[in-house]
């Protein structure tokens, strides 16, 4: 039997994680410099997390999550997002009584059973940050500032800000009437999660992906235009923050998220380059998770993006880099105790941090050289009888084919400068 991945998952292969590497040290670096530490968090928690965290009206819980019952009869689900885990972890461990706010990130893999498209996988990465503790606009600007000089790092261009304000329980409720008389001439036309989040969470609706709905949608009414006054406060210090920090955007009222806990700001970094238009990072405030999962009244704010979707988006610009040559030199040997010296020095310029290879597939001097060069190893080195008895080696740059004679004890500090 001839075995493959499984569909919706994939290999990061050698020629290619490079690039990853490069984007999680990037986003590691960038979010500690503003603050936050890493945290992680187990690959799977009990279905019920979900259900209350994400939302039980959400396509995440009702069509997407992998849930199983364990040996022991309990209701387990691969996590699908990462900030219910996060809340549960901040709520378990104490981490109320940290100094405020309390600054998380995350890389994680996460685990939706969705349609395959281009980016988008079963098995999938996510870069996230929560914050907890924090109720101003201040600390909303503070994230989405994130996100800004991360995609600056990266090389990336054209990435637009998309933000909306989806007002708290008081506004959103008042809103959901109004929503309801609008869509109930034309509920039994729309599509059937439509009709299903109608009743539940008519909010959902406005995020509908088929054209018909979208028709219905866009003359529906906007909840930015009926915020209670501290939710239109909130959104119009947001403004003044991104407006004083330099970072444009664009007002969207149909950015809702999927999530059914977020409150007040959404937003979204969508791409605008021809043929890689989409979401690229998507995230937003919510105040009422922490004590929605019976941890203390705490404001919070997020966010997410998918790694895959991102590297697309950099691919796609250019800005991926070549992949690095790790390994500075190789040792041909020519003897069985050449063979031994190249070992020797092979281990002592790995303790010192140089990357280098000598043969461990008992070929040929000539294969020997064929094999480096194939690797595009920058520096070679050969050692024979002669040289073992002379102590020097003749060490040749393979890029203009100079040769620099080099004694073998003095081989690693030579190597070191390269």
Same mark, same amino acid.
């Given at each position: 039997?001839?075995?493959?991945?499984?569909?919706?998952?994939?290999?990061?292969?050698?020629?290619?994680?490079?690039?990853?590497?490069?984007?999680?040290?990037?986003?590691?670096?960038?979010?500690?410099?503003?603050?936050?530490?890493?945290?992680?968090?187990?690959?799977?928690?009990?279905?019920?997390?979900?259900?209350?965290?994400?939302?039980?009206?959400?396509?995440?819980?009702?069509?997407?999550?992998?849930?199983?019952?364990?040996?022991?009869?309990?209701?387990?689900?691969?996590r699908p997002e990462g900030t219910a885990g996060v809340v549960r972890s901040y709520i378990e461990n104490g981490m109320s009584s940290l100094a405020l706010p309390v600054r998380l990130f995350y890389n994680i893999t996460a685990f939706r059973y969705e349609k395959m498209q281009k980016g988008r996988y079963r098995e999938f990465h996510q870069f996230g940050l929560e914050s907890f503790g924090a109720k101003g606009p201040d600390i909303d600007a503070?994230?989405?500032?994130?996100?800004?000089?991360?995609?600056?790092?990266?090389g990336l261009k054209n990435i637009a800000l998309h933000i909306n304000s989806i007002g708290c329980p008081t506004c959103r409720n008042a809103y959901n009437t109004l929503l309801k008389d609008y869509f109930r001439p034309?509920?039994?036309?729309?599509?059937? !999660?439509?009709?299903?989040?109608?009743?539940?969470?008519?909010?959902?609706?406005?995020?509908?992906?088929?054209?018909?709905?979208?028709?219905?949608?866009?003359?529906?009414?906007?909840?930015?235009?009926?915020?209670?006054?501290?939710?239109?406060?909130?959104?119009?210090?947001?403004?003044?923050?991104? !407006?004083?920090?330099?970072?444009?955007?664009?007002? !969207?009222?149909?950015i809702v998220r999927g999530l059914d806990y977020y409150t007040r700001t959404v937003f979204e970094f969508v791409s605008e380059n021809v043929g890689t238009q989409g979401t690229i990072c998507g995230g937003g405030r919510y105040d009422g998770l922490v004590g929605l999962m019976e941890g203390p009244e705490t404001p919070g704010i997020g966010f997410a993006m998918g790694v895959e979707r991102l590297l697309l988006e950099a691919e796609a610009q250019g800005a991926l880099s070549e992949k690095p040559s790790y390994v500075k030199i190789y040792i041909a040997s020519m003897s069985e105790n050449a063979k031994i010296e190249a070992l020797k020095l092979?281990?002592?310029?790995?303790?010192?941090?140089?990357?280098?290879?000598?043969?461990?597939?008992?070929?040929?001097?000539?294969?020997?050289?064929?094999?480096?060069?194939?690797?595009?190893?920058p520096f070679l080195a050969v050692i024979g009888d002669d040289e073992l008895s002379t102590g020097e080696v003749k060490v040749k740059c393979m890029a203009d084919g100079s040769e620099t004679p080099v004694k073998l004890d003095g081989l690693v500090e030579f190597m070191a400068g390269k």
């Open positions: 039997m001839r075995y493959a991945a499984q569909k919706g998952t994939k290999d990061i292969l050698p020629s290619e994680i490079h690039n990853w590497q490069l984007a999680e040290r990037t986003f590691a670096d960038v979010c500690h410099s503003f603050g936050y530490e890493e945290i992680r968090i187990p690959t799977f928690e009990q279905t019920d997390l979900f259900q209350r965290g994400v939302g039980d009206t959400t396509d995440v819980v009702t069509k997407e999550m992998y849930t199983f019952e364990d040996k022991g009869g309990r209701s387990i689900t691969l503070e994230i989405i500032s994130v996100v800004d000089v991360f995609f600056k790092k990266m034309h509920v039994s036309t729309m599509c059937e !999660d439509c009709q299903a989040r109608f009743e539940k969470n008519p909010l959902r609706m406005i995020d509908c992906k088929v054209d018909g709905g979208k028709n219905i949608v866009k003359n529906a009414p906007r909840l930015i235009d009926h915020l209670c006054d501290d939710c239109r406060e909130h959104f119009e210090g947001l403004k003044a923050r991104l !407006d004083g920090i330099g970072i444009s955007y664009t007002i !969207d009222p149909n092979c281990y002592s310029m790995r303790q010192a941090g140089i990357g280098c290879e000598t043969d461990m597939a008992g070929r040929s001097f000539k294969a020997q050289m064929k094999y480096a060069g194939k690797q595009g190893i």
